[in-house]
């Protein structure tokens, strides 16, 4: 949604079918909703900050006849269209407001007022963030995604636990996540993030992630992964020749061998969709790396026809 309708609806400046489209937008997805509310709050706590200067349109009106009397007619302008103008100068004055109040509220450490939490208890969660990147975290995961208004960053502070990316590009506002000391920057990828304590692991499975901690910088591809542990100051950067899988759910796991062997697999039963595995599939025939699959984690392997199904 753009902040500058947002704004003409806040400001009641927006005609029918600017405010109708809002209002559908609001109602699409609870997250709309939150950053609805949060965008209004930065704006009703920028008017409790800004001080009052009110443009009075008649009396602006009133001394542009005078002018124009004066000029002996010279200049020919409708009130309309000076009233328009007024009311888009209203509308950029309100967005310098609220972008003066949320960077504010950002220096202050109010960034919570532009966020929201993630965490999985009972088992993996699957959700999309308002950027439209998936996000699947393992049990005992948390995190904190932040994308609000005026911010250059997509930006996650990892709490703990296993979390896989999957990142929806955004050339203008790269996304962000910082496990401890440890900054991850994504660069068009899939990945997972596992953080324990002092510990973090970045394995990749597409594209190119960037990871800084210790003082290093390296960038990671597809295969790839680095363990940073800033307690004891390891920097352990692996390459590996396999599909490295970090309590991957099998829904996941069946999307890689799609892509690498080019065959079509289907998950009987919604129970067996979110079955973790940890470990890294060598390169091998695909019949291999089935059978590691199905004594891991105790599923049968069918053929039918040309697909494989998990049951």
Do not use: C
Not at 42 to 58: I, M, Y
Not at 129 to 155: H, K, M, W, Y
Not at 286 to 294: F, G, K, S, V
Request: charged share 25%; hydrophobic share 40%; aromatic share 8%.
């Amino acid at each position: 949604m753009d902040d500058v309708l947002l704004t003409k609806y806040v400001l009641n400046e927006a005609n029918e079918m600017e405010a109708a489209n809002v209002r559908k937008w609001i109602a699409a997805h609870p997250d709309n909703e939150k950053y609805y509310l949060q965008f209004r709050f930065v704006w009703e706590a920028s008017q409790r900050l800004a001080p009052e200067h009110r443009v009075d349109e008649e009396a602006a009106w009133q001394r542009f006849l005078q002018r124009r009397e004066r000029a002996g007619g010279a200049l020919q302008r409708s009130r309309q269209g000076v009233s328009r103008r007024l009311g888009w100068l209203r509308i950029a004055a309100g967005l310098i407001l609220v972008s003066i109040v949320a960077y504010y509220f950002l220096l202050s450490g109010e960034r919570q007022l532009l966020g929201a939490d993630y965490s999985a208890t009972d088992g993996p969660s699957t959700d999309t963030l308002t950027d439209g990147s998936i996000i699947t975290l393992d049990v005992q995961a948390s995190l904190r995604f932040s994308n609000g208004p005026f911010q250059r960053q997509r930006q996650v502070k990892l709490h703990g636990g296993n979390v896989f990316f999957r990142v929806a590009p955004d050339g203008d506002r790269p996304f962000v996540i910082q496990s401890g000391e440890v900054t991850v920057t994504v660069l068009g990828t899939a990945f997972h993030v596992r953080r324990s304590g002092d510990e973090t692991t970045v394995a990749v499975e597409s594209g190119k992630v960037k990871v800084d901690g210790l003082g290093r910088v390296v960038e990671l591809t597809a295969r790839q992964q680095v363990t940073i542990n800033t307690l004891t100051r390891q920097f352990e950067q692996d390459v590996n020749s396999g599909l490295i899988l970090d309590h991957t759910p099998l829904w996941r796991i069946a999307e890689l061998l799609e892509e690498t062997h080019g065959v079509t697999i289907v998950i009987a039963r919604d129970q067996l969709r979110d079955l973790p595995m940890t470990t890294t599939l060598r390169d091998g025939t695909l019949d291999e790396r089935l059978n590691i699959i199905a004594e891991t984690l105790g599923v049968t392997v069918a053929q039918q026809g040309d697909t494989i199904v998990f049951k």
